[in-house]
């Protein structure tokens, strides 16, 4: 710790006295330094103990003048002052007493025995001991990571003896701004909402920038130091070290090592990813391929399952904001299970899992997928299942509603309703757009539809929708003539029918 004034006045050598008790006695010292200058406050620093003899303030000096004198000292950054009696005066003014008090400024008198150098020199040992504490503790903070980093820990033991080492905590935002779930200390969680919204806000600030970069933020009763990781253009996050007061040199030190750690441990995780990635993904081709023995003994050697009974397959979409980050989520689903094996292909996420293993509504909720599954069944019908779940998706793609979309309930709606996607849908669209441009576009197209839903038959059509049946026939006709379709044989009805499906025209909404 760094020396105070009640740890000097109690150095019974010295023989010091502290003449207000009341003042704050347990400010730390930075420095003690000694001036009888009208005015030494350029040549102090912050948290500096100065002593004087007096020789500056003249017989006839008032109070004014040591008021003004104390207020310019205090105001350099002094913080406690000590007066050397018996050298001009045999004790202390009661005037820089009082003029010192009134600041909250600590004043201690000097013997005429003691001199100033022992003074200073008290206060530089304590300080040359702090550096040596520090020093010491540096090592051993430094070591604790080592001991670590070197264990089965990983990264985020480091990170946790990080934070215990600097009495605060420790969180890692991925390079999508996010903090990292499996590396945030449990007291960051505690943490007032908007408190780690200023923190994230600074976060994607510096990621934007793209730059190696640090910063700190100041939240109520703590200081956030931020340090990204990664090299420039290429940033892998931000680590952010949450602690009581801002961090010292030394605590800095500790930090910068543990940066340089993580700065490697994210590269190297960063190659294992990609090379067990592209690993999954050639697992994934074998399976649809039919090769299922080989992707076994594959997965087999490095400890990996899959499901051996009844299985789905599903397609997942990650969002475009944050795709690492849902991606990593789907991929430890698959952490140490058996029954869940999980591939990246061509940016989506293929998930093999024993049926009602995998909870896909609540995984597409929590971070925002999309996702295609196919009907149950065996390793042997991969390919088809996946050509399902590749439908699925695509509809749950162009859903508003629906982020998980089953392979059953496209079924369930018929061949138009399965064959429907976002690509149909702005092709049907395409298509219908010179009709729904006629002022009474939209009634031509609903009367086509009930005429369709009517099986083409002119007199119940007719009937349902209150119109002569040759005023029927009329808009018809000029649907077929507006569109180029003939629609006297099945198959312009049924391209008509499908159009209208798609589209959504006439009052519908997709397949239904």
Known sequence: MRPTVRALVRQAPLGLRLLDPTTRTDEPLSWVHSSDLVDPSPFVAASTMLLTTGSQFGADATQDDYDAWVGRVVGA??????????VHRPDTPV???????????????????????????????????????????TLRAQRAVSVAAIGDGGLDAVLRVLGEQLGGSVVLHGSDAAADEGRVDQRQVDQGQGDQRQVEAEVARLLRRGARAGSTVTVPGAVV???TLGRRDGLRGVLAVRTPAELDTAARAVLISVVALAEVTLER??????????????????????????????TRSVGVGIAAGPVVVALAAPPRDSPDRATEA???????????????VDGRIAVLAAESA??????????????????????????????????????????AEEAVVTWASLAAGGLVAALWSEGAAELASSRLAPVVALPDGDELLACCRTWLEHNGAWDPAARRLGL????????????????????????????????????????GTGPR
């Not at 950054?77 to 018996?86: D, K, M, P």
């Not at 005429?112 to 504490?133: G, H, K, N, S, Y």
């Not at 029927?472 to 003939?486: C, D, H, I, N, Q």
């Open 468 to 507: 002569h049946r040759h005023s029927l026939r009329a808009r018809v006709a000029k649907v077929e003539s507006v569109l180029g379709l003939p629609l006297d044989g099945f198959a312009g009805r049924a391209e008509l029918w499908a159009l209208l499906q798609a589209a959504g025209a006439g009052g």
């Open 225 to 227: 130091s931020l340090q």
């Open 77 to 86: 950054g002094v913080v406690a002052l000590g007066f050397g009696a018996g």
């Open 330 to 344: 789907v991929e430890r689903l698959a952490a140490g299970r058996p029954d869940v094996f999980v591939a990246l």
């Open 358 to 399: 995998v909870d896909l509504p609540a995984l597409a909720a929590a971070h925002g997928l999309r996702i295609g599954v196919s009907d149950v069944t065996d390793l042997d019908h991969l390919a088809g299942a996946a050509a399902q779940a590749e439908r699925a998706l695509a509809v749950a793609t162009s859903s």
């Open 269 to 298: 995780d960063v190659a294992r990813l990609r090379g067990q990635r592209e690993l999954w993904r050639q697992v994934w081709s074998l399976l649809v391929a039919g090769q299922v023995e080989v992707a076994r003994s594959i």
């Open 95 to 137: 005037e820089l007493v009082l003029a010192a008090s009134a600041l909250g400024v600590p004043v201690v008198e000097v013997p005429w025995r003691t001199p100033f150098i022992a003074v200073a020199r008290w206060a530089a040992d304590q300080l040359a001991e702090e550096a040596r504490d520090r020093d010491r503790w």
